[in-house]
């Protein structure tokens, strides 16, 4: 079999949510830095991300990761988030899948008990500290970047449910924080599709009535997730994350996590040293910590620490052939959901 070229990837999920590593094969992307190439896929070419996030080749339940050289001085690689909408410049999950990827296929060295592992990402530098044990990485704990409140109760009226109140805040993305009760539902299993359309419906609402606009980063412009809010009994805070087209986070999400650490801080109800528990719609968990305090553009802002566990379940290879009729992949709403056509 004649296989001129391919794309090798490891196959890592972060507490079910998975977040594939390309670790050779990858066309070099132009750009002076990570944000920079994460531009350059998003308005220019996104040939790659559309190879390796649709089908036939992928589905709509995972995101790929391109590893990259870094370009900010101490940093030991770059990545980007791939996904199904667009490339993204953070994602605590991915995160903790590159970080476990780096450390278990030996491209960074390991050390025992524990390993700092600094990524260049588009948004900033993101120190993590890997705890590892026999040659396995048994936790990672993200150094976020500064996470602030955009606004808190923003009013968004719906067609649907009426009036919602939202917390728009940063986490590494921006995101609309939704109490779930406000959309009468619960996060379990059973709602995941019903929670998804909501999701993707009230990402729609708001682009059209909410501005964001990151102080520092001219190009982080969009609320690019709504996370759906809910409280458990023993103090944890459940959520979900809804992605387009149409789907659910099934990690506790860690830029989101980060993002309502940012909420609870500017509230009052947390302080430096205070840590919650951010549990997923199947049960997976990530501890939340506020580390320090400090603004960013004149937004006070709280520094979160994020701690996950990721694991590596298989390796892939995937053929680039000049004569395969879906070089940029497919959607199909049978699965991808009814917003499969606003994928750009």
């Known amino acids: ?11 890592v999920h972060c507490q079910g949510e ?9 066309s070099e992307i132009p750009g002076a830095t990570i944000l920079e190439k994460m531009n350059h896929i998003n308005e220019v070419d996104d040939s790659l991300r559309r190879f390796v996030t649709f089908e036939p080749r992928a589905n709509v339940a995972m995101s ?16 980007i988030v791939l996904q199904a909408d667009r490339a993204h410049p953070m994602s605590g999950s991915n ?70 109140k939202t917390d728009i805040a940063f986490g590494g993305v921006y995101y609309a924080i939704v109490d779930v009760e406000q959309i009468q539902l619960d996060i379990a299993p059973r709602n995941a599709r019903e929670l998804a359309e909501a999701g993707i419906e009230l990402k729609s609402l708001l682009a059209e009535q909410v501005s964001v606009q990151h102080p520092e980063i ?12 809910g409280r458990e009994a023993d103090g944890a805070v459940r959520t979900c994350t809804t992605l387009k087209p149409g789907r659910v986070d099934r990690s506790p999400c860690g830029t989101g996590s980060s993002a309502n ?12 040293g205070d840590s919650r528990i951010s549990r997923s719609i199947i049960g ?50 049978d699965t991808w959901g009814p917003q499969v056509e606003e994928l750009k």
């Open 18 to 26: 998975i977040g594939k590593v390309i670790v050779d094969g990858a």
């Open 284 to 333: 997976g968990e990530f501890l939340a910590e506020a580390i320090g305090e400090t603004t960013v553009g004149g937004h006070p802002a709280v520094l979160p620490r994020i701690t996950g566990q990721a694991w590596i379940y298989g390796a892939e290879e995937l053929r680039v052939d000049e004569s395969d009729p879906f070089p940029s992949g497919f959607a199909l709403s």
């Open 64 to 79: 790929v990761n391109l590893l990259l050289p870094p370009t900010r001085p101490g940093a030991d690689a770059g990545f």
């Open 95 to 164: 995160c903790i899948c590159v970080v476990t990827a780096l450390l278990e296929s030996g491209r960074v060295a390991m050390t025992e008990p524990d390993t700092m592992v600094r990524l260049d990402t588009p948004v900033g530098l993101i120190v993590a500290r890997a705890r590892c044990s026999n040659g396995r990485c048994v936790s990672v704990s993200l150094d976020n970047v500064p996470c602030f409140v955009e606004v808190l109760d923003q009013i968004i009226e719906t067609p649907r449910w009426g009036t919602i």
């Open 218 to 229: 001219s190009t982080i412009n969009e609320i690019a997730y709504v996370m759906f809010r």
């Open 1 to 11: 079999m004649n296989w001129n070229r391919s794309i090798k990837l490891l196959q």
């Open 261 to 272: 650490l940012a909420v609870l801080h500017a509230r009052g109800e947390i302080a430096v």
